[in-house]
């Protein structure tokens, strides 16, 4: 009897403390501030991950993206050997010594477009016996040949990264030939001639490399040498 009698009298406390207000206590002062505390959007946990957006332009690298580019120019110097060398009755007495220059007037992604000059000279000499027999006169007196070659080029390139390239060139210009025939009679030339290269460029450095290029060229064949950029 005695545990419900107990039981009755903390349900009825229960309940009386139920109504009573917070704010009943006369000793409570409330402070109402006016600014008022609000929940930053950039602050709050609850807002959504915001990426940074990307960098744009040229990922990592440095300098130029690629070994050829407009605005650069290009000085080649090489040394190859002469087409009119092949002739048994002549040899080699000056290889051909070649320097072109270029400047890039347009790039896009790999290909560069560009203008420039081109000049070369060799030398040859007539032999005096070939396989034991005498190709002169025993008072004749060896001749020399010079051939050079001098005009304007159009060059394509295909750029494969920052230091190697391919590149095909189109001349145009004035060719002086000279040829020694057997009979020690010489044919001359001299007139506007075309010629059409190809080749490579490796560039050890941003400013020097080498080049190695073949074709057709009545001054030369092919020519190696020093690839040099600014």
Known sequence: MMKLKLSMFVLICILMTSFIPSYADNN????????????????????????KPAR???????????????????????????????????????????????????SGGRVALSAGITGSYSQLAERESLGGMALLDSNSTPKNFAT???????????NFSRSVL?????????????????????????????????????YFTPNIGAFIEWGFDLNKV??????LKF
């Open 28 to 51: 409570v002062i409330v402070n109402t501030s006016k600014e008022e505390t609000t929940i930053s959007e950039d602050n709050s946990l609850l807002r959504p991950k915001r990426r």
């Open 56 to 106: 744009r332009g040229k990922r990592g690298r440095k300098g130029a993206d690629y070994a050829f580019e407009k605005g650069k120019i290009a000085v080649d110097l090489g040394v190859g050997y002469p087409m009119l060398a092949v002739f048994p009755t002549l040899s080699l007495k000056v290889p051909t010594i070649s320097a072109a220059g270029d400047y890039c007037f347009y």
């Open 148 to 158: 050079y070659y001098a005009g304007g080029k159009f060059t394509f390139t295909v």
């Open 166 to 202: 391919m590149y095909y060139n189109l001349s145009l210009g004035y060719l002086n030939m000279d040829l020694g025939t057997p009979n020690s009679e010489t044919f001359h030339y001299s007139g506007f001639m075309g010629t059409l290269m190809m080749g490579f460029k490796f």
């Open 222 to 227: 092919g020519a190696v040498g020093i690839a």
